[in-house]
Structure formats: structure tokens, C-alpha cells
């Protein structure tokens, strides 16, 4: 037997619809076998807060081994872990087809879900969560938006917040906008029967359903408009989803995998729909597009439409770089845009497409993108809780020295929770922005 696998990682579907999946004495024996091959290895020290945790956790107990840590204590690393899948796709030697069977993060979720079965998920968790409700909630009139926004940005509201919910006085939190992107999509896109003749390649249509996401729709509208300028300036015909809920990312960090299901339900057979009518999927967050490439299919391996939906969805930018790869990508950019830091988002490293975002901006005259491969520290809603913010910021940290030693022009991010965390972090006062805000920039429409 091997040390280590030179194989690519495989990923097992995840057996969460067994009673086993539940089962707490079966849980505590996965994780402690799993947790004596990270003490043995601790490759992944450097990642997270889940493992310098679970090895303060050994190296204090009594063996100075796994089977010296109380199992009482085994939550306490899985409350560090936020899913971001990276010591799986980019540390662990053990992962599958290695015989050792090593999925930390799915491990982590079991976990998550045996918590939220029980009923012992605080409800402060369970609302933060809850982004459809929130930003349907947030955005219903025009007032109530700019209400939020300014109760969010009060420090006063910020104590009491802080106190009753558990969300940290010093953590950015997005804001809301009545105008989201679903209604200035409306205004920005054309009838169906009314687009142009789209141009296919071998890996795309050249027509796009666009899947905003809730984040996309609430809180960053204008990353979806320039999606949608930019997507139309390359000669892309895009739609919106008829209909769309969350994609259940948050509520899978959570341990809600019922709740992901049930999410799934309602937007796979819309998007197999479209698909079905000639449609490539495209979405501006990378962890909603990794939910429906990896972890939806995961839930569901034997549910044929959501494979057909995981086979269509895709990064924007891996998008775009597909089409450039046919000549069909627009490169008569008007305006350079120098130096941009560039964080590249957990969620879309572990996609496996490569580093298309860099790639694209390297394309604009004047401009040099300067990739930074490791997390925010962000990570849904970890960096804004209390019990978290300092770990968040630990992680952070050295991104955010990179950044001021770099002193860009831009600080961007696939991921616009992590720009903003990045940007938090740094002493250099620079604007977080979204690639495809720069990209609109680079093509001066």
C-alpha cells in the first residue's frame, strides 16, 4: 500500500438518505479514524481552523493521541469546518481511490447533519441561512431596503445585533437593493424570439439561462448587469431562469441537506428545461455554481436531470475563456486596467477549471493579474459570527498581506464576500470588486 494516491480525487455520492448516515455512534467512529490519519499527515494545518483545533486537541490530551480526545470534543472541530472542500482537492493524500477513503468535508457534513437533525443548530445559524427569505424580505419596497441597509451600518444596531443574534459588530454585511438583478434584467434583455442567431462551439451553445443567485440578486445586482453587458457584448444570447430559489449552499454548510434537496426540486427542473430547449447555465457566484456541478449531483447521483443540469452549468469565465478557445471571445478591449490582486475563491479552485478568470483579465492590454491561491476566510457566513470573527481574520490575514505588499489598482474576487473580507483585512484602502466589473471596464460598454 501507498503512502500517498497519485490519482485525481473521486468523489463518492453522499449516502445521507441511509439511517446510518445519522447514526452518532457510527459518526464518532468515522471521525475518529479519520481524524488518527490527519494526526498522522497535517498536511492541512495551514488551511483552516479545523485542524490547528483538532490538533491543540490531541497534542492536549492525555495519549497525545486521537483516542485520547473526548468524542465530546469531536464537534468542536466540525463547527471550524465551512465546507470550502480544499483539503480535499488540493492537500489530502488519502482521498479517494487511495484505499484509505479520506472526505474530511463530507465527513464534516455528516456531522452538520446529525446537529441539525437533533435539533441542536442555533436558530441564529438557521436565519442567517435563509437568504431567499431575507432577501425577499429586505427588497419587497424600496424603503425597506435602505432601512437595512442603515440599521446594518449603525453601530448602535450593531451592538444589539451582536448581542441577540451572535453577528459581529465588525463584520461587512451585504446590502440590499429593491432594484435587484431580476428586475434590471427585465430591462436588459430582449424576447426570446427577438435574439440573434447564436454562434455554437464544439463545449458551448452560445445561448446562456442565467441563474442570478440569491447573492447575485440582492446584494450584487450590478455584477449580474455586467455579466449580462458583457455576455451580450461577445455575441452571447442570455435569459433569465424562469424561476429561481436559493441553491442551497448555506443550508448545506449548515447541515440542512433536507432543505438542499428540496431546493433542488424546485430549480433543476426549471434549468433541465432550458437545457432540454438549447440553453447552456451560467451563474455569477462559484459556490452556487459548485452546487449544482458537485454537490447536488452528489445528493442525487441517480436523479438524471440533475446531471444534465451539472453537465451545463458554468463559471462565467470559464465561459468566456470556452469561447475564446473557438475565436468567438471579443478582445477589442478599450481601456487597461494595471495591476489587480486577485483572490481565487475556494469554491471555484475546487471546480477544477484552472485559473480562467486570470487568464481572461491577462488579455487586456496594460494589465497584470496577481493570483492569489488562498482562502478569504469568509466562507458563507463563518467570518461573521462571533465565535468565528477571529479565526476569519487569522485566515485572512495573509491574503491581505499580499495585497498591500502588492499596492494594486483593483482587489477582486469571484466571490464578493471574500473580496470585501480580503478588503477588511487590508491596511490598503482599496475598492473590493467583482471580475466582471473590470472586465466591463477593460471593454469600455
Excluded at 435574439?195 to 442565467?210: C, D, Q, R, Y
Excluded at 448587469?225 to 458583457?230: H, Q
Excluded at 469565465?317 to 486577485?342: A, C, I, Q, W
Excluded at 497584470?368 to 485566515?395: L, M, P, Q, W
Amino acid at each position: 500500500m501507498r503512502e500517498g494516491s497519485l490519482d485525481a480525487p473521486t468523489r463518492h455520492p453522499v449516502d445521507w438518505q441511509n439511517d446510518d448516515f445519522y447514526n452518532k455512534d457510527s459518526i464518532d467512529a468515522e471521525l475518529e479514524r479519520v481524524f488518527d490519519i490527519c494526526h498522522g499527515c497535517r498536511r492541512c494545518v495551514s488551511l483552516c481552523n479545523a485542524f490547528p483545533t483538532l490538533f491543540d486537541l490531541v497534542d492536549e490530551s492525555d495519549t497525545l493521541e486521537v483516542d485520547g480526545v473526548d468524542k465530546a470534543d469531536y464537534a468542536k472541530v466540525v463547527d471550524q469546518c465551512y465546507l470550502c472542500d480544499l483539503c480535499y482537492m488540493t492537500k489530502c493524500p488519502y482521498v479517494p481511490p487511495h484505499p484509505w477513503n479520506v472526505d474530511f468535508p463530507h465527513l464534516m457534513l455528516r456531522a452538520k447533519a446529525h446537529k441539525f437533525k437533533e435539533g441542536k443548530t442555533r436558530w441564529r445559524d438557521r436565519f442567517l441561512s435563509s437568504t431567499d427569505a431575507v432577501g425577499k424580505a429586505a427588497t419587497f419596497i424600496p424603503v425597506v431596503d435602505v432601512t437595512v441597509n442603515a440599521i446594518t451600518r449603525h453601530a448602535g444596531a450593531r451592538k444589539l445585533l451582536s448581542a441577540q443574534l451572535g453577528v459581529h459588530p465588525d463584520a461587512t454585511l451585504p446590502e440590499y437593493h429593491y432594484n435587484t438583478a431580476r428586475r434590471r434584467a427585465k430591462k436588459l434583455l430582449h424576447p426570446r424570439e427577438a435574439t440573434h442567431k447564436a454562434k455554437a462551439t464544439a463545449t458551448t451553445t452560445g445561448k446562456v439561462a442565467l441563474f442570478t443567485t440569491c447573492y447575485g440578486n440582492y446584494n450584487k445586482p450590478q455584477v449580474v448587469e455586467d455579466l449580462i453587458r458583457v455576455f451580450q457584448h461577445n455575441g452571447i444570447e442570455v435569459i433569465l431562469a424562469d424561476r429561481e430559489v436559493c441553491c442551497g449552499m448555506p443550508k448545506l454548510e449548515m447541515g440542512d441537506i433536507e432543505s438542499v434537496v428540496r431546493a433542488g426540486e424546485t430549480n433543476i427542473p426549471v434549468l433541465a428545461t432550458l437545457v432540454d430547449q438549447g440553453y447552456d447555465i451560467v451563474g455569477p457566484v462559484p459556490s452556487c455554481v459548485l452546487m449544482f456541478k458537485q454537490e447536488l449531483p452528489l445528493l442525487l447521483p441517480d436523479d438524471q436531470q440533475v446531471q444534465k443540469v451539472k453537465k451545463a452549468m458554468y463559471d462565467p469565465f470559464e465561459y468566456l475563456m470556452l469561447r475564446h478557445k473557438s475565436g468567438l471571445l471579443n478582445t477589442d478591449f478599450k481601456t487597461p486596467l494595471g495591476d489587480v490582486s486577485y483572490q481565487v475563491a475556494c469554491h471555484l479552485r475546487v471546480q477544477n477549471i484552472g485559473l480562467k478568470t486570470r487568464d481572461l483579465l491577462n488579455l487586456v492590454p496594460g494589465t497584470e493579474v496577481h493570483a492569489i491561491e488562498r482562502c478569504s476566510g469568509h466562507d458563507g457566513t463563518y467570518a461573521v459570527r462571533n465565535e468565528f470573527r477571529d479565526a476569519a481574520v487569522k485566515i485572512a490575514t495573509p491574503v491581505a498581506r499580499r495585497v498591500d505588499q502588492q499596492n494594486p489598482q483593483h482587489l477582486a474576487s469571484d466571490c464578493p464576500m471574500a473580496a470585501q473580507m480580503v478588503a477588511d483585512v487590508a491596511t490598503l484602502d482599496v475598492l473590493p470588486e467583482h471580475p466582471m466589473n473590470l472586465l466591463r471596464k477593460a471593454y469600455g460598454i
